[in-house]
Structure formats: C-alpha cells, structure tokens
C-alpha cells in the first residue's frame, strides 16, 4: 500500500515531537519532513511534494493561511491550532479538517478517515459560488465574509483593498490576480487592471473620456474607471 507522505509545519518542537507520536500509530502515514516557520515550509513543501500537510495557524512572522497564499498546494491541508476561534470547517483554504491541541488520539484518527473518503485537492482549485463564507485576514484580523458582501476589490501590490456592503474598506493579504483566479466569473468581473467588480452593486455606468467608462458601485462614493479594453465585456453581461 502507498504511504501517504506527510509534512508537519509547527513553530512548536515539542508539538511536532507529539504530532509524529500519534502519526506513529498510523502506519499509512509517513512523516517526510518537518517546518518549523512558513519560509522552511515552502522550500519543504517545494522539495518533498507532500500528500498531506499538518498546519499550526499561529507562527511567529507569518501564519498557516499566509503560507497557502504564497504556494500552490497539491496536499490534503489539516489545520493544527490551539485557539478555538480558529476551530471552523468553512474557511476559503478548503482545509480537510482542524485539530485542536492537545490533539486526541481519536480526532486525529477521524481527520485521517475523512482524508482517505476524500479526493487529493486539484489545481485551480474551485471557483467559488457567491453563496461561499471565506475565512480572511482583513486588516490583520481573521474574519469571516460571504463574497456577496464584496462591493470591489482594488490591486494593492501584492496585497488588495476588499470594499464591503457594510461600507468598510479592508486590506487583504491576497494579490488580485489570486482572487481572479477563484472569483465567480458570472458575479465578478475585472474592469481595470487593478480592479475587480461585484457585478450585482452596479448602479449605473457613464461615459467618460477616451471611450472608457466611470463605474458606479452602490455603497462606494468615487466611481471606478473602466478602461477600454474592458469596456466590451462588461456593457455584454449588462445586456
């Protein structure tokens, strides 16, 4: 039978000591590598390739989700924590499971089950539905928020700035072209090369100079500008 290669990623020594513990108890499992920081884990995961990785969410420096910002991840992820706020099942990461620590032996064993019901993640990943709730780092806070609640989404390096329903403006430790990549393409649209729209808070377009357009979103007081190039597919999905 093929082993599952596994990779713990945990600032905690003695955490990683107990995770190979439990795992030992679990001959399918082989534990090919250790991280203790999310750089040493993106060269690990780079060179041993992973089948399932076991997450902490709290590092110094940077955390678990930061780490799935900067890799594509072919591997089965099960967060590792020891917050209870972090213990959901609905983050955007599509994580297999979480584990609280102290980590039970039986829990483990049922996050195991459910990796060996479940197919290995694709890429691309899915795109998402508008219905979906993401679990985000806005403004260095972890948050929850469904894509409906997403006016606009600005290019800020490689960051971008989130504009909500209940009028905030958030940043986001996410680069556009990431969010591109998983946004519905029958709600969101890219205008600019810097920005994205929620097609359903359009409330009006005006011509502007240079056969571009001024967008206007509800809830956001300067309108967006849609270049030319963009013009086209956007007047389309307006009919």
């Known amino acids: 039978m093929n082993k599952t290669r596994a990779l713990l990623v945990d600032d905690e020594r003695l955490a990683r000591v107990e995770m190979r513990s439990l795992l030992a108890q679990h001959p399918h499992i082989e534990v090919v590598g250790e991280?203790?920081?999310?750089?040493?884990?993106?060269?690990?995961?780079?060179?041993?390739?992973?089948?399932?990785?076991?997450?902490?969410?709290?590092?110094?420096?940077?955390?678990?989700?930061?780490?799935?910002?900067?890799?594509?991840?072919?591997?089965?992820?099960?967060?590792?924590?020891?917050?209870?706020?972090?213990?959901?099942?609905?983050?955007?990461?599509?994580?297999?499971?979480?584990?609280?620590?102290?980590?039970?032996?039986?829990?483990?064993?049922?996050?195991?089950?459910?990796?060996?019901?479940?197919p290995a993640p694709e890429e691309p990943r899915r795109r998402l539905e508008c219905g979906d709730r993401l679990f985000l780092n806005l403004d260095g806070q972890m948050r929850f928020i469904e894509l409906n609640q997403i006016l606009a989404i600005g290019a800020l390096g490689d960051y971008t700035e989130i504009w909500t329903t209940d009028g905030n403006k958030n940043l986001a430790l996410k680069p556009l072209k990431t969010w591109e990549a998983r946004l519905p393409e029958k709600d969101f649209i890219r205008i600019?090369?810097?920005?994205?729209?929620?097609?359903?808070?359009?409330?009006?377009?005006?011509s502007w100079f240079n056969a571009a357009f001024r967008v206007y979103i509800r809830g956001i007081d300067e309108p967006f500008i849609m270049s030319r190039r963009f013009a086209a597919k956007i007047k389309h999905k307006l009919g």
């Open 192 to 206: 600019h090369r810097s920005t994205i729209i929620h097609m359903g808070h359009v409330e009006r377009l005006e």
């Open 35 to 118: 991280a203790e920081s999310v750089d040493t884990a993106v060269s690990a995961i780079h060179a041993m390739k992973p089948d399932l990785i076991f997450l902490d969410i709290q590092m110094p420096g940077a955390s678990g989700f930061d780490l799935l910002n900067r890799i594509s991840v072919e591997a089965h992820i099960i967060f590792v924590t020891a917050f209870d706020a972090y213990a959901i099942r609905a983050f955007e990461v599509n994580a297999l499971d979480y584990l609280l620590k102290p980590v039970s032996p039986e829990r483990l064993e049922q996050a195991l089950e459910r990796m060996s019901r479940e």
